[in-house]
């Protein structure tokens, strides 16, 4: 089992910046990735970013990219999102997430097993 912590939402105004952190603990020596996600209400849960915990491969989605950054301690087991140049379409609830199977799809919610609370990030216009 692999549990997730994640900290650092909150209300920000369009054009500000965020940074997420998400904190793995249990078993975290079999993640083979961790990512974020997002769902906005009324949509469904939308992929943000990936990184590869061994070498630091990172995926982003067509949205963030440009603007969110994702990097990983592994010392301290913990992953950040830092986003920049906020817009109020960015407005959602957070989960990180862990995956521990290998998988073919590092974009795939359904390939990551251990999903964090949330965390709110809400952009004002």
């Known amino acids: 089992q692999v549990q997730l912590v994640e900290s650092g939402g909150g209300l920000v105004q369009a054009g500000g910046s965020l940074r997420l952190s998400c904190a793995a603990s249990g078993r975290t020596f079999s993640i083979y990735n961790m990512g974020w996600f997002r769902q906005a209400p009324g949509k469904e849960r939308e992929f943000v970013t990936s990184?590869?915990?061994?070498?630091?491969?990172?995926f982003y989605g067509d949205s963030v990219k440009g603007r969110f950054t994702i990097s990983r301690d592994n010392g301290k087991n913990t992953v950040y999102l830092q986003m920049n140049s906020l817009k109020p379409e960015d407005t959602a609830v957070y989960y990180c997430?862990?995956?521990?199977?290998?998988?073919?799809?590092?974009?795939?919610?359904?390939?990551?097993?251990?999903w964090g609370q949330g965390t709110q990030v809400t952009v004002s216009s």
């Open positions: 997430a862990a995956r521990t199977v290998f998988g073919v799809n590092p974009r795939s919610a359904g390939e990551f097993g251990f």
């Open positions: 990184i590869s915990w061994s070498d630091g491969w990172t």
